[in-house]
């Protein structure tokens, strides 16, 4: 049996025009398609074949939004969820990543960038928009008034502690950084720390924020 992609929209035409779009990039030759328009109905699709569910929340309201991921994730923990939106607030974009979704489409994101947030998914990684990034970072600079440490403290970083950080940055929970640089939970917690120690900070939103302004990661 295929592994299966769960697609969400409440309205059919764009659902069909989007099976579409899938079959054109080759979706089709390694997945079955499973949809709905009810969005209550997206529990019941999840089985262990569930590999990716893709969610136009357009239309539903926040509350409902953000409480389907945890339902998703406890039918399958392995499942990637990529959401699709408008423009919501920040705050509601922060709030689904701490969910455990994987990618947030904005209105800006074209055909080109669906796919490559797609191969980015289903790879296991975290995936942001530019405008999402921006958000985000936006977001952190204007919560997080800070007195900057001094650049210079990021010499004293090692290679591994760079390859954390730039983890961190993507969104990458301790668990996916273990397994992407194939290291224990326990030692990425250790590494966190000694990067904090180092940059002279107090939070992981403060961290983020100095690794962006201070161009440590790409």
Do not use: W
């Not at 049996?1 to 579409?20: P, T, V």
């Amino acid at each position: 049996m295929r592994n299966q992609i769960i697609l969400y929209d409440n309205h059919y035409l764009s659902m069909e025009a989007f099976c579409c779009f899938l079959d054109s990039n080759g979706y089709n030759k390694k997945f079955d398609y499973l949809h709905t328009s009810d969005f209550q109905e997206l529990p019941e699709m999840i089985t262990n074949q569930a590999e990716i569910a893709i969610i136009n929340v357009c239309g539903v309201p926040s509350n409902d939004a953000l409480e389907m991921p945890e339902k998703l994730l406890a039918k399958n923990p392995q499942l990637k969820i990529i959401i699709v939106s408008s423009s919501p607030e920040v705050k509601v974009i922060k709030k689904f990543f701490e969910k455990g979704v994987k990618s947030f489409l904005t209105k800006t994101t074209d055909g080109a960038e669906f796919v490559h947030a797609m191969t980015q998914v289903l790879e296991g990684k975290v995936f942001l928009t530019e405008d999402t990034k921006n958000a985000l970072y936006n977001f952190i600079c204007n919560v997080e008034n800070i007195e900057e440490p001094d650049p210079l403290r990021t010499e004293a970083l090692t290679v591994r502690e760079k390859e954390v950080l730039r983890h961190i940055c993507e969104g990458l929970r301790t668990r996916e950084i273990a397994d992407e640089l194939f290291i224990s939970p326990h030692t990425v917690e250790s590494h966190r720390r000694n990067i904090m120690q180092k940059l002279e900070v107090r939070s992981s939103s403060m961290l983020v924020k100095f690794a962006m302004s201070h161009k440590l990661v790409s």
